[in-house]
């Protein structure tokens, strides 16, 4: 291995385990209750037409019951509202229970007997997340069960016509793939619902079909949302920090459906729900299956006994349950935002509040209370209430006497905040909203046990602060000066929050990229005593205006409150709200706040934004030492060095990625950009990483290929001390037989094993063959190393084997989701279809037979210089256009081989006559 190397191969990798670490550890414990049936759940099977079965036998529908209404669904005399689950990759049929058992339950608290019928498709399981072939055959699949479902509503003295449609992962792209299919009537399904779907891309972009269907399904959805999509309403929820499938912006509708038809939430911010959900357990959290329940039976129409297709409606329903809700038991809904005039008693007596701040507490009261603030002028106004009431907060305007008969109630301007069961809410009243009000009036009811209430008027110029971290070159002169201690060490933000205060608003302008992340920190000073009761805590809120996220955490009195400040998607360049976060504070006591760098949590972002794109960049560091092995070949006396020396001598950064990155901005320049579209060059990815959310820059490239180097480096040398010990094992047998399995299993009949594996059955089987071929090949070599007469040769031939089964092996991991797929469907079909591997295959197949035609270490002619330089550009190239289509990088892996193999011919075809020339 070359020196060079070995100074910064454990650095990066520390930090990428730090970050790794951190990815996968760094979030809330689940707080997601169990959703429990009180009867033996029944999934009674539909039978579809018989074309049905025969043009898709892996699939089924299925019906679900619980008890006696499982029994009666049998006869299939349905009179509720259609529901169609979907689960998403790797998905069973059966994750519709949590849904449907609760609906069955609260329908059974009704009084009208609405209810809904639940039907879900079995998809066989299959891993349509990584395997894009299978989403087509879904989504026909799907659109079938659709019209069959409905006709079982025929003797419905109600019948439905359309079906509500909830998908889970990649279910969700399967419910909206429907609108593409010719033939589908937009009218049986308007109403979408989906649960930790990546609608804006692939979480991994390593499948053409699956590229493909992206393509096709979001093209049309933003063609024709006010075409044949203007009555269909989509409402997406993502985990949030649990779910590390799929990062939380991946499942945001925007710029793909407009807002006024859709919602795009977080478990973490959807009020009475404030739990981070893992991929899995989204479909089956109580607090979230209930928030959805709410929703489903709030968007019901009680005339026609179905869902509404009133569009306005339904995103208002929904914008209440998931995003804003104002805390009151109002039916939501278009007019939940009116002002609504509200009746005052005028016998009740008026209890001013002259003080700035002030907490109110009663274990009952007995009458009711007016707690009165009287407004000023350019003054904010911040409340937090457990109070139920309606209307628990109105803005009047006092007659010549001092007093209001009536007023607005502000109630629909508040929010409910955790935890949960506590009934708190919280308003933020900015001098415009209450301006033309003269007084703020909290109402406390008769009989209102427990009532607490903290408020404060305050001026919005003192708690309205923003934090500006010191310049980078200084943090990093500060970090190297009291290093590791500066690590951990927190920088003092606010010494002392004035006394009484109960309010601030940090904003953070300068948190704009998804790599940054700081930690906040909530320090008590001291506290008077203070009356017992629920508010004797602390809340930070972390809100993201432009993804309307929002992240919750408390703190006793006394303890320390931490917060974690980071992004999940990056600030776009038109928003003007900056990232901000609340603190509501007891106003008996003084605090200080801290806001540090969090490092591990810095190197968390960058895994979770930036570490599915490393496939390139660690394809890119084996070829470069490949490149650099052939490059020696070439030279008249060369020699093949080992794969670590190729690497360190000739797999600097600067060598490719810095290329890649100067030939990417050329092609973004306008002019050059148009050229490239006309000659039918598709966009380079870093162009389209540029128009995401995850504030991509050239420097990133730098940065991801050495991550890239060190995890190259350690697999390495895991493989290469495998290796050695597999052949030390098998050494004896080799030995024996090592003429007969190099020469007759291995170029003929094997080869001929995996072309027939890939074009009849699957072609990552036939990679598969071809990766175990260039196994023993490298075996082969490592004993002739030891036991040969030529071991000088044997070692280069070793070397250069030992590179190119780097290459077969990530060749056939790029692919191997197409084989989980076929040994899955094996008892269907022994055949894959719509496999995208299977040309990769057979061509490889042929470059392989190529590669083996002669010994490469004897002939050492300047043909490989030739093809070290063409393969050092079609590296560049690669990560220009394959960083983020992962897809695309089998196809220049199989080119580079190929130009190896087209070497080897030429070298055994012409070569040999020009010696025998020369002799002559």
């Known amino acids: 291995m070359a020196e060079p190397l070995t100074r910064d191969i454990l650095l990066w990798c520390v930090l990428f385990a730090l970050g790794l670490h951190d990815f996968l550890t760094n979030f809330e414990e689940n707080g997601c209750e169990m959703t429990y049936m009180f009867q033996y759940p029944q999934y009674t099977k539909i039978n579809l037409k018989k074309n049905v079965k025969e043009k898709f036998p892996r699939y089924d529908l299925?019906?679900?019951?619980?008890?006696?209404?499982?029994?009666?669904?049998?006869?299939?005399?349905?009179?509720?509202?259609?529901?169609?689950?979907?689960?998403?990759?790797?998905?069973?049929?059966?994750?519709?229970?949590?849904?449907?058992?609760?609906?069955?339950?609260?329908?059974?608290?009704?009084?009208?007997?609405?209810?809904?019928?639940?039907?879900?498709?079995?998809?066989?399981?299959?891993?349509?997340?990584?395997?894009?072939?299978?989403?087509?055959?879904?989504?026909?699949?799907?659109?079938?069960?659709?019209?069959?479902?409905?006709?079982?509503?025929?003797?419905?003295?109600?019948?439905?016509?359309?079906?509500?449609?909830?998908?889970?992962?990649?279910?969700?792209?399967?419910?909206?793939?429907?609108?593409?299919?010719?033939?589908?009537?937009?009218?049986?399904?308007?109403?979408?619902?989906?649960?930790?779907?990546?609608h804006r891309s692939p979480v991994i972009d390593i499948d053409i079909r699956q590229s493909e269907f992206y393509d096709r399904v979001n093209g049309y959805w933003r063609d024709n949302m006010n075409g044949s999509l203007k009555d269909v309403t989509v409402f997406s929820t993502g985990g949030g920090y649990r779910d590390i499938l799929v990062r939380n912006r991946l499942t945001s509708l925007d710029g793909i459906i407009p807002e006024e038809r859709s919602i795009s939430s977080q478990t973490m911010s959807v009020p009475k729900a404030w739990v981070s959900t893992d991929h899995l357990c989204i479909v089956w959290c109580k607090q979230t299956v209930l928030v959805t329940k709410r929703a489903m039976f709030d968007v019901i129409d009680t005339k026609k006994r179905q869902i509404t297709r009133d569009v306005d409606h339904k995103v208002a329903v929904f914008r209440h349950h998931f995003v804003h809700h104002s805390g009151t038991k109002k039916s939501p809904g278009v007019a939940t935002a009116a002002s609504t005039t509200v009746k005052l008693n005028t016998k009740t007596k008026w209890e001013v509040k002259k003080q700035k701040s002030w907490n109110f507490f009663r274990d009952i009261s007995k009458s009711t209370r007016y707690l009165v603030v009287p407004v000023q002028k350019g003054k904010s106004f911040v409340a937090v209430s457990n109070v139920d009431l309606e209307d628990w907060i109105i803005g009047c305007t006092a007659d010549a006497n001092g007093s209001c008969s009536e007023g607005i109630s502000l109630a629909s301007k508040g929010s409910l905040i955790p935890p949960m069961k506590s009934g708190k809410k919280m308003i933020l009243l900015k001098p415009e909203n209450i301006e033309g009000f003269s007084h703020l009036i909290l109402v406390v009811p008769k009989d209102q046990t427990l009532a607490e209430i903290t408020a404060e008027l305050y001026n919005p110029e003192e708690r309205n602060i923003a934090f500006e971290p010191p310049p980078f070159f200084q943090r990093v002169l500060k970090l190297l000066k009291g290093f590791p201690k500066s690590i951990m060490e927190s920088e003092p933000f606010l010494e002392s929050t004035t006394p009484g205060a109960v309010f601030y608003n940090v904003s953070l302008p300068s948190l704009s990229m998804v790599w940054q992340a700081y930690a906040a920190q909530l320090l008590t000073i001291n506290c008077e005593k203070t009356e017992s009761g629920n508010f004797r805590s602390n809340l930070m809120m972390y809100n993201e205006p432009w993804s309307q996220e929002r992240t919750y955490a408390f703190s006793s009195l006394g303890q320390t409150g931490n917060l974690s400040l980071k992004l999940h998607a990056g600030m776009p360049d038109d928003s003007r709200d900056a990232a901000e976060f609340y603190i509501l504070l007891h106003p008996g006591c003084t605090y200080k706040v801290q806001i540090a760098v969090a490092y591990k949590e810095l190197f968390g972002q960058y895994v979770r934004f930036y570490a599915l794109l490393l496939p390139s960049y660690i394809v890119a560091n084996i070829l470069m030492a490949l490149l650099y092995q052939?490059?020696?070949?070439?030279?008249?006396?060369?020699?093949?060095?080992?794969?670590?020396?190729?690497?360190?001598?000739?797999?600097?950064?600067?060598?490719?990625?810095?290329?890649?990155?100067?030939?990417?901005?050329?092609?973004?320049?306008?002019?050059?950009?148009?050229?490239?579209?006309?000659?039918?060059?598709?966009?380079?990815?870093?162009?389209?990483?540029?128009?995401?959310?995850?504030?991509?820059?050239?420097?990133?490239?730098?940065?991801?290929?050495?991550?890239?180097?060190?995890?190259?480096?350690?697999?390495?040398?895991?493989?290469?001390?495998?290796?050695?010990?597999?052949?030390?094992?098998?050494?004896?047998?080799?030995?024996?037989?090592?003429?007969?399995?190099y020469l007759s299993f291995l170029k003929y009949p094997a080869l001929l094993g995996a072309a027939y594996a890939a074009y009849f059955h699957c072609g990552a089987l036939g990679l598969q063959i071809l990766y175990m071929i260039a196994l023993i090949k490298v075996l082969y070599y490592s004993i002739e190393s030891r036991v040969s007469d030529d071991r000088e040769g044997a070692t280069r031939q070793y070397n250069l084997h030992f590179s190119l089964l780097l290459v077969w092996m990530v060749l056939y991991i790029l692919n191997s989701p197409a084989f989980i797929v076929w040994v899955k469907n094996l008892p269907y079909t022994n055949k894959l279809m719509h496999d995208p591997s299977s040309l990769t295959a057979l061509a490889a197949t042929g470059v392989m037979f190529m590669i083996d035609l002669g010994n490469h270490t004897s002939l050492n002619r300047s043909i490989y210089k030739w093809v070290s330089s063409v393969m050092h550009l079609l590296t560049v190239i690669m990560l220009m256009y394959a960083v983020e289509s992962i897809y695309r990088i089998p196809y220049f892996i199989v080119i580079m081989l190929g130009l190896l193999g087209l070497a080897q011919v030429v070298q055994q075809g012409v070569l040999p006559v020009q010696h025998k020339q020369k002799a002559d």
């Open 62 to 198: 299925y019906i679900y019951g619980e008890g006696e209404y499982a029994v009666k669904l049998r006869s299939l005399k349905l009179t509720g509202i259609p529901v169609l689950f979907i689960p998403g990759n790797a998905g069973s049929y059966k994750q519709v229970r949590s849904l449907a058992s609760v609906a069955l339950q609260k329908s059974n608290t009704r009084k009208d007997n609405i209810h809904f019928n639940y039907f879900s498709v079995d998809l066989n399981e299959e891993m349509s997340g990584i395997y894009g072939g299978v989403l087509q055959d879904q989504t026909e699949f799907v659109h079938e069960c659709i019209k069959a479902i409905l006709k079982l509503y025929k003797s419905s003295t109600h019948i439905p016509d359309s079906v509500v449609v909830v998908g889970h992962s990649m279910g969700g792209m399967v419910a909206r793939g429907l609108f593409t299919l010719p033939g589908f009537d937009p009218k049986l399904v308007h109403l979408i619902i989906t649960q930790a779907t990546p």
């Open 630 to 741: 052939l490059k020696c070949l070439g030279k008249p006396d060369g020699d093949c060095p080992t794969f670590l020396y190729a690497l360190g001598t000739y797999g600097q950064s600067w060598r490719v990625v810095l290329i890649a990155g100067i030939l990417a901005r050329i092609a973004r320049i306008t002019s050059v950009y148009e050229q490239l579209v006309g000659l039918g060059i598709p966009d380079n990815d870093h162009r389209s990483l540029d128009q995401k959310d995850i504030s991509w820059h050239t420097l990133h490239g730098p940065v991801l290929y050495l991550l890239a180097t060190a995890i190259v480096v350690v697999n390495v040398w895991v493989i290469t001390a495998t290796i050695a010990v597999i052949s030390r094992i098998t050494e004896l047998v080799l030995r024996i037989f090592r003429p007969v399995i």
